[in-house]
């Protein structure tokens, strides 16, 4: 078998709320994932060129408007295809009072469909990098977290932040959901993973559990 390279993730703050976009790939590949891309798609394209890479599919780990902004730019200027739980699919078509909220505060987007579902236990593929999905409802019906079992490397979206966890006050939030996704899946991963949330600086399952008490 060949040695996998070495996972390279990207960090780009965009938009009011400062929502982490990552650019996900592995040496070796010239095909990156682009998770979250809430806002500024001509930057989010830069760092693809800057790194040589092109956009192998746009990953949304929920359907929250300030972590979609970029979606349908993103896939006009790269081709690549749109991904979402599918519970939270109908959120990137449906206009909706935060989204305006949001667009007031300098959020632009469209609203359009998915090209595909996920559920928890895909397997989706982006050049040399497969993510597994983890289901992770609770901030919204269909959050998903990205895990990567050989990187020890999870996106947690706005399930999980570094001494936070993601609000359960907007419409379809549910806090017994969410913190049974934090107790349960997330913190059924190897301790040493590394978090990277949807906001914030990254962590770990470790210093999470401890600041939990778990």
Do not use: Q
């Not at 990953?59 to 939270?88: F, K, M, Q, S, W």
Request: proline share 5%; aromatic share 6%; hydrophobic share 40%.
């Amino acid at each position: 078998m060949a040695e996998m390279g070495t996972l390279r993730v990207d960090r780009i703050p965009v938009g009011p709320l400062s929502t982490n976009c990552y650019v996900v790939w592995r040496d070796g590949s010239n095909v990156a994932a682009v998770i979250d891309p809430a806002a500024d798609p001509a930057r989010i394209v830069g760092r693809l060129e800057r790194n040589g890479l092109s956009c192998g599919a746009i990953i949304n780990t929920h359907g929250h408007p300030d972590h979609i902004g970029a979606n349908g730019a993103l896939r006009r200027l790269t081709g690549a295809r749109i991904y979402v739980g599918a519970e939270d699919c109908h959120m990137l078509a449906c206009p909706d009072d935060m989204f305006r909220v949001l667009a007031r505060s300098g959020v632009e987007g469209d609203k359009l469909d998915a090209d595909e579902v996920l559920v928890d236990g895909d397997r989706l593929r982006v050049g040399d990098a497969e993510f597994v999905v983890l289901a992770t409802p609770g901030h919204t019906p269909g959050g998903i977290s990205l895990w990567l079992p050989d990187d020890l490397a999870v996106f947690s979206g706005d399930t999980l932040f570094k001494m936070g966890v993601g609000r359960t006050d907007f419409a379809g939030g549910d806090e017994a959901a969410l913190f049974d996704s934090i107790y349960r899946v997330l913190f059924g991963l190897d301790e040493r993973a590394k978090v990277y949330p949807g906001h914030g600086p990254d962590t770990t399952i470790a210093a999470e559990m401890a600041w939990h008490g778990r």
